[in-house]
């Protein structure tokens, strides 16, 4: 049985003070207004007890297709189980890409960078910073880990039902055209196509999924997983009977304490 800790207060920081690097189209209409879909990239942090800090940290990319983000039951619902465990927990709010693909991307790796800039004072280790996703937000995460420099590459991925692919018949389609645009090109699906981007140096992942997710099919997951197998970099795939997409952190998903138990095992094993 897993207890749940109260999460201690958040604080929230703007990912970019000094004027947004790129543009969807609508996030220079200002004001930010969450109810149509344009967000102020930011990110919500939550730290662990410093007595109780393992000095890991997690970023935290809620899903919604690109075209919303479900920041309760895939960010902040979480934020308990990774501070009980004494892991820094820190939930992006990024933009959405309106075909603009590098919009969530630059937001992604600016917050792993902020958060490493802050490592002393959030007692936490630069090389103990993972990246967590779900669904399109598991796709970002894993284009964080298969896309990026020093800087801004994380050392661990943990990624529920994630879109991987790009490619025709095994994306979730939304996701796809929102990122890209209905008119992508074949190179661009090949290169947001997650799997064909891992390298020996791709961070270790934990994948956990439903097998009846008819949103976004297990051949993404299991894709990546035999990518990452392939190169010889460490990888767990928990695929539960039933649950279809979008679980989260909700206990009406009927494996919930299982995923949970599961989760906790691997970040218990995890070395870095």
Same mark, same amino acid.
Not at 44 to 53: E, G, I, T
Not at 231 to 235: C, E, L, P
């Given at each position: 049985? #897993?207890?749940?800790? $109260? +999460?201690?207060?958040?604080?929230?920081?703007?990912?970019? &003070?000094?004027?947004?690097?790129?543009?969807?189209? #609508?996030?220079?209409? $200002? +004001?930010?207004?969450?109810?149509?879909?344009?967000?102020? &990239?930011?990110i919500?942090?939550?730290?662990?007890?410093?007595?109780?800090?393992?000095?890991?940290?997690?970023?935290?990319?809620?899903?919604g297709g690109y075209s919303h983000l479900a920041t309760d039951h895939e960010g902040y619902d979480w934020a308990p189980f990774f501070l009980e465990r004494g892991i820094a927990f820190v939930v992006l709010k990024y933009r959405m890409p309106r075909g603009v693909t590098d919009v969530p991307i630059s937001d992604a790796k600016e917050a792993i960078r902020i958060v490493r800039q802050h490592a002393t004072e959030w007692h936490i280790d630069k090389t103990k910073v993972g990246i967590m996703g779900s669904s399109a937000g598991g796709h970002l995460a894993s284009t964080i880990a298969t896309h990026t420099d020093a800087d801004t590459a994380p050392n661990f991925q943990i990624l529920f039902y994630p879109v991987i692919s790009m490619q025709q018949g095994i994306t979730h389609q939304g996701s796809h055209d929102c990122l890209l645009g209905r008119n992508a090109t074949e190179e661009q699906n090949q290169l947001y196509s997650n799997a064909s981007q891992v390298t020996p140096q791709t961070p270790q992942a934990i994948m956990l999924l439903s097998d009846d997710d008819t949103a976004v099919p297990s051949q993404n997951s299991i894709e990546y997983y035999m990518a990452m197998r392939k190169?010889?970099?460490?990888?767990t795939l928990h695929v539960y009977p039933s649950g279809g997409h979008g679980w989260g952190f909700r206990s009406t998903f009927r494996f919930h304490t299982s995923m949970l138990n599961d989760l906790s095992d691997w970040l218990e094993n995890l070395k870095l």
């Open positions: 049985m #897993i207890s749940m800790a $109260q +999460p201690q207060a958040s604080f929230d920081i703007d990912l970019w &003070p000094e004027g947004l690097p790129n543009s969807n189209g #609508i996030d220079s209409t $200002q +004001p930010f207004d969450d109810a149509r879909q344009n967000f102020k &990239p930011s919500r942090v939550f730290l662990p007890d410093a007595s109780k800090s393992t000095g890991r940290a997690v970023v935290c990319c809620p899903g190169a010889g970099v460490k990888s």
